[in-house]
């Protein structure tokens, strides 16, 4: 498989193989320039000692020294010829000859160069001080060995030289190539096999996938994360981020900067909010756990990472759930409403009904007494609440619950140490929300038993609205007071669709303004009382 040319291979396998190739060409490569430096050095040694020693063998020998002090070199040329080429042909020398002290070739054993000057190079056997190095020997580079030729005054008379030319490339390359092959041979099938076995064992690692498919799957990761509006974190067993997605930054309030200043740190290094550090290092399983955190209400799910029998990771995903909560509000209140109107509908229903009877009867007297009755009960109703809550919509929101309360069988009373102002809109939002849930939670649990009461206490307290609502309904077990504000808990028929929700939504409230709800036992050990305080409230 060649996917990017004709010569560089897709699979993992191919690659390393080319790598390996490529390596031990590298390596044969300096190997051969290495060992021909050797061979040269080696020949240099061994053979230049050789030369020197024919050639002061031959410069003390009688019959050269007697033809030098003589002065009878050419007279004896002929002798002296024969003698040299023994010499080359014992040594397997390149040429033997014996000079002047100028270095002319008088004698040479093959008959080259004579009358000619040898080259003498950096030669110190003019100084009378024998020399191995080299040299031109008429055109071929060798070795040579100089040795002077002293008369009996110790004056030099002459040199024997002895060369031997240094061997073609090719004889030493024949002197090199076995062991070259051998070792090129062995490098080749080692790397191939290590390239076989390297290339299966990351192809298990990577689940199979080439390189081209790696990195196409991280080009996709880098893309997804960038993208996706929830935000991701991951953290290793040790605490460390391994993946932290654009959205989860802005989420948890890390300053803006690339992912790669917070990837590979460990969590309790980073600047984060206690409830978010703890979410994040915590190895736990958890499902849609509410977090508020400064102005945002996150969603936070957690999936630990399980290998084997280990865990290794954990996989955080997070939800702004800010607007959902606000239009939430908004229409629990809606609901909330909606729920009076049917009520008062159905008892004006039911009033409008009894008048049309005793108008058909001629009972005009007890008509008047009875619109009398109903003009003032609902006074009463309306002036109880509003002698202790100025708040318009929140007044507004507990005379409606009065009456859905009475409908049911239940009295809703404000208590006389009630007192809320006129809060801002927001605040007032926020407490009708808050108050309208703990209030329908609340009949609701007294008609579950027959109770007949639920008590509303108001108040306002160094900026911060605190309420409580009592009912006479069963109270709330102990073991499940933990329980009771998650998303989807209920006391209820699960069969009915929306349950759950209420007691989540004022905890949620509660919590982004920086306050809390907490439930605890009535004074006389029936019931139960919730207890909501709202900070952050301008009065209007």
């Known amino acids: 498989m060649w996917s990017r040319s004709r010569w560089w291979p897709a699979t993992l396998a191919g690659q390393f193989l080319v790598l390996q190739l490529s390596v031990l060409l590298a390596v044969v490569a300096v190997a051969s320039v290495v060992s021909v430096q050797q061979s040269d050095a080696d020949f240099r040694e061994t053979r230049g000692a050789r030369l020197r020693a024919e050639a002061e063998s031959m410069a003390n020998i009688r019959l050269v020294r007697k033809a030098y002090i003589r002065d009878d070199v050419v007279g004896n040329r002929v002798s002296l010829t024969s003698y040299t080429q023994r010499v080359r042909n014992n040594l ?28 003498l190079g950096s030669s110190t056997v003019q100084q009378g001080r024998p020399w191995t190095g080299d040299v031109d020997d008429f055109g071929e580079r060798a070795i040579a060995a100089h040795v002077p030729v002293l008369d009996n005054q110790g004056d030099l008379v002459g040199i024997s030289v002895v060369t031997q030319s240094y061997p073609s490339l090719a004889e030493r390359a024949r002197g090199v190539l076995p062991d070259l092959l051998t070792f090129a041979g062995l490098g080749l099938g080692l790397g191939a096999a290590g390239s076989f076995l390297l290339s299966r064992l990351i192809r298990r690692r990577t689940r199979g996938l080439e390189p081209a498919a790696i990195a196409a799957l991280a080009d996709q990761r880098e893309a997804l994360l960038h993208s996706i509006r929830e935000g991701v974190v991951a953290v290793a067993e040790d605490g460390t981020v391994t993946v932290l997605s654009d959205s989860a930054r802005e989420l948890i ?24 550090r703890d979410l994040l290092a915590d190895d736990a399983e958890i499902r849609d756990h509410v977090v508020v955190l400064a102005d945002r209400v996150l969603v936070v799910n957690r999936n630990p990472v399980v290998e084997g029998s280990r865990r290794v990771a954990s996989v955080t995903t997070l939800r702004d759930r800010t607007e959902l909560l606000a239009l939430q509000s908004e229409l629990s209140a809606r609901e909330s409403i909606t729920n009076t109107l049917r009520a008062q509908t159905h008892e004006f229903h039911n009033q409008l009904h009894t008048i049309s009877g005793l108008v058909q009867l001629g009972e005009y007297d007890e008509v008047s007494r009875l619109v009398g009755t109903l003009s003032r009960r609902r006074a009463e109703i309306s002036d109880a609440v509003t002698a202790r809550v100025e708040d318009p919509a929140v007044a507004a929101l507990l005379i409606a619950k009065t009456s859905l309360a009475s409908e049911r069988g239940v009295e809703l009373r404000v208590t006389d140490g009630s007192d809320l ?6 605040s007032s939002t926020d407490v009708g929300t808050v108050l309208g849930n703990l209030v329908d939670n609340a009949v609701d649990a007294s008609v579950s038993v027959g109770g007949t009461a639920v008590e509303v206490e108001l108040g306002l307290d160094d900026g911060a609205v605190r309420l409580a609502v009592a009912d006479t309904g069963p109270g709330v077990p102990s073991e499940v007071l933990s329980e009771i504000f998650r998303r989807g808990w209920t006391s209820k028929a699960p069969t009915v669709e929306g349950r759950g929700v209420g007691l989540a939504l004022v905890q949620v409230v509660c919590e982004r303004r920086g306050g809390e709800v907490v439930v605890r036992a009535g004074a006389d050990g029936t019931g139960a009382v919730f207890e909501a305080r709202l900070p952050g409230v301008e009065v209007g």
């Open 421 to 426: 102002p006129r809060l801002d809109p927001e």
């Open 92 to 119: 397997q020398a390149s040429g033997v000859y014996l000079t002047d002290p100028t270095g002319v070739v008088q004698v040479s054993s093959d008959f080259v160069g004579r009358g000619q000057r040898v080259d």
């Open 253 to 276: 309030g890390l300053d803006p900067g690339p992912a790669g200043d917070v990837v590979g740190r460990n969590v309790d290094e980073l600047d984060l909010d206690a409830a978010v």
